[in-house]
T-cell receptor, first 114, second 116 residues
């Protein structure tokens, strides 16, 4: 069965600290897609990244980086030098190749304290 | 701005009532998806339409129904509303309705439904 687990319900860090959000997924498919979305207090879902299961290269985009490890079924997200504007709920998600629906984790609420 | 529009932005209604949420996909997108975000269930997939036809169903209650019209906009109908139906309802759209590299979904801003 497909499942996404974000064990960290809530994290608080002081501004400029690095923070890693964990994501573990379960799927029976060999082809699948992993996502991270950000939901700021305003409520919209902001797409951050999509990674397919055949691409295990880590990705860096500015202060954001993602570590995909198939061996541990993890797709972790790191924010370097966090800023107050990074405060939001972050969702990890999975989509299998058999259909298009996106399965979301429960989310991690991140507080960046000034 | 994702290009997906949803109306209304907010909706307040009473238990037992029926409401309709509307979604206009991005230009050129044939698939529309509905998701519900509630405190209890988190963000969950409800239903997908592709070019007017139902393509996939998730945890959608029988009191809920959806359709996609020839102009590709979609409506989600919620009836016999209960307090627990209060949630943020997202619509998303994508180019195609089959799996593959084109399954990137673009989310609308959501409709916040409050049932009193």
């Amino acid at each position: 069965a497909q499942k996404v687990t974000q064990a960290q319900t809530e994290i608080s860090v002081v501004e400029k600290e690095d923070v890693t959000l964990d994501c573990v997924y379960e799927t029976r498919d060999t082809t699948y897609y992993l996502f991270w979305y950000k939901q700021p207090p305003s409520g919209e879902l902001v797409f951050l990244i999509r990674r397919n299961s055949f691409d295990e290269q880590n990705e860096i985009s500015g202060r954001y980086s993602w570590n995909f490890q198939k061996s541990t079924s993890s797709f972790n997200f790191t924010i370097t030098a966090s800023q107050v504007v990074d405060s939001a709920v972050y969702f990890c998600a999975l989509s299998e190749d058999r259909d298009d629906k996106i399965i979301f984790g429960k989310g991690t609420r991140l507080h960046i304290l000034p | 701005d994702s290009g997906v529009t949803q109306t209304p932005k907010h909706l307040i209604t009473a238990t037992g009532q029926r409401v309709t949420l509307r979604c206009s996909p991005r230009s050129g997108d044939l698939s529309v998806y509905w998701y519900q975000q509630s405190l209890d269930q988190g963000l969950q997939f409800l239903i997908q339409y592709y070019n007017g036809e139902e393509r996939a169903k998730g945890n959608i209650l029988e009191r809920f129904s959806a359709q996609q019209f020839p102009d590709l906009h979609s409506e989600l109908n919620l009836s016999s509303l209960e307090l627990g139906d209060s949630a943020l309802y997202f619509c998303a759209s994508s180019v195609v309705g089959t799996s593959g590299i084109n399954n990137e979904q673009f989310f609308g801003p959501g409709t916040r439904l409050t049932v009193l």
